[in-house]
Structure formats: C-alpha cells, structure tokens
C-alpha cells in the first residue's frame, strides 16, 4: 500500500513504551505527562504496556513531506509499514485512554473503589 493521502504523521509522533502501573507516583507522573499539549498514553493491553505518544514532528522531515536524511534514517523509520500504519489501518480503540488529568483522576478512583469493594 502506498504513502497517499497522508501528512507523513509517522514522521510527527513519537511514542515510548513503559510497563502498565498501578503505583499512585507513578499515575502521578502520567497526569504530568498529559497535562502537556499532544501527549496522551494509551493501553495496550494485550502486551500488558502502555504506550506514551507525543504528538511532535522530526526535525528532518521537510516541508513538503519528504525526509531529508532518507539514507541514515533510523531503523524504526525503515520499518514504518504503510500496509498497517495509523493511516492505513484502523487501530483497535484502546481499552486505556489518558488525554487529560480527568481521565488519570477517573482511573485512580475506579482503582481505590476496585480495592474497596474487595476489603
Ligand atoms: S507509513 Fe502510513 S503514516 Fe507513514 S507516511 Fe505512509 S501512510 Fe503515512
Ligand atoms: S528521520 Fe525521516 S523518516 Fe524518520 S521520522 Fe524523521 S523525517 Fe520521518
């Protein structure tokens, strides 16, 4: 499948994986993280993971949508496959989206009365 129709939005994110955390610091962290413009952490469950994606463009990717150190690229650019892609193929909706404080604060009270129901 080619590259068409897209604004190179594998060249304007970046994401970090970490393990999947119940620690109070820790969820801390991620309200900092998501009280930030573009970032946002989702599950994926599956993987036990959470993935932290910052909406932020290359600094090598030029105007016109082309890379401009095509032949050093990184790997992980290499391995951007257009067959399944963000663009190309429909991502499953995570079972965990953080996008605001809200959302981490929704989370942590569906942990504490999780364990309350348990006492
Ligand atoms: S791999 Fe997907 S996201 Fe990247 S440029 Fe091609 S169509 Fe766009
Ligand atoms: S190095 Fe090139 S292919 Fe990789 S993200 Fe930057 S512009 Fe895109």
Redo the contacts with the bound molecule.
Sequence with gaps: MECINCN?DC?NFISISFPKTDREIELDAIKWFVAHKGVSVRAMEALNIWILDIEVP?K??SDDKK?L??SV??DI?KNFDSETCLVNQKQPTPAILFSSIADVENYLKGMNDDKNDKK
């Design positions: 190179s060249c290359c090598h990717l890379c150190i095509y690229r990184p650019c």
